[in-house]
T-cell receptor, first 115, second 115 residues
Framework: EDQVTQSPEALRLQEGESSSLNCSYT??????LFWYRQDPGKGPEFLFT???AGEEKEKERLKATLTKKESFLHITAPKPEDSATYLC????????????????FGTGTLLAVQP | DGGITQSPKYLFRKEGQNVTLSCEQN?????MYWYRQDPGQGLRLIYY???????QKGDIAEGYSVSREKKESFPLTVTSAQKNPTAFYLC??????????????FGSGTRLTVV
């Protein structure tokens, strides 16, 4: 069964204290992996798409990396405005060799950055 | 600006009542999705539609119904058969192609509460 697991469930950091969030996945074939940011009471906002192992993407203080079994979202010198829930999702290749656009989501990591 | 509009933002339902959540997009996306989000459970797929007049059940379709009469609109009805409807409902849309890798654009969500 295709599955996405995120850890930790919650993370509290001091402003400027760098850390990483983990997304491990089990799928029959990975088409791609997505990272989203979600603020309380709002819909998820797209951050990154990663397609293949070894790929890296950066945006401001965030950097996402991908291996064959997991992805990391590195947060460098975070600020209080980085506080949010970060969601990981994967798109799997179906057995026929095609792709389904259905995304499988993890439960998210709730990040709190204190000033 | 293109985007997805969900309404209402808050909705209260009495026991035994059907309610309909609205989702409209002007992104010209082919596919639309409905997710339910509960604390600690991540996003769970209710229904999705790839083209007009066609839709498929997701993982938790029981007690819900949808229609897709127009490309721009994908309303979700929460029926009285849904025993635990209190949740945050998210609508999303994406381009749909069998071999493509396309992320979702999300709406801002509707919080449904049973009173």
């Amino acid at each position: 069964e295709d599955q996405v697991t995120q850890s930790p469930e919650a993370l509290r950091l001091q402003e400027g204290e760098s850390s990483s969030l983990n997304c491990s996945y089990t799928v029959s074939g990975l088409r791609g992996l997505f990272w989203y940011r979600q603020d309380p009471g709002k819909g998820p906002e797209f951050l990154f798409t990663l397609y293949s192992a070894g790929e890296e993407k950066e945006k401001e203080r965030l950097k996402a990396t991908l291996t064959k079994k997991e992805s990391f979202l590195h947060i460098t010198a975070p600020k209080p405005e980085d506080s949010a829930t970060y969601l990981c999702a994967v798109q799997a290749i179906v057995s026929s060799g095609g792709a389904t656009n259905k995304l499988i989501f993890g439960t998210g990591t709730l990040l709190a950055v204190q000033p | 600006d293109g985007g997805i509009t969900q309404s209402p933002k808050y909705l209260f339902r009495k026991e035994g009542q059907n309610v309909t959540l609205s989702c409209e997009q002007n992104l010209n996306h082919d596919a639309m999705y409905w997710y339910r989000q509960d604390p600690g459970q991540g996003l769970r797929l209710i229904y999705y539609s790839q083209i007009v007049n066609d839709f498929q059940k997701g993982d938790i379709a029981e007690g819900y119904s949808v229609s897709r009469e127009k490309k721009e609109s994908f309303p979700l009805t929460v029926t009285s058969a849904q025993k635990n409807p209190t949740a945050f409902y998210l609508c999303a849309s994406s381009i749909w192609e069998g071999q493509g890798l396309y992320g979702y654009t999300f709406g801002s969500g509707t919080r449904l509460t049973v009173v």
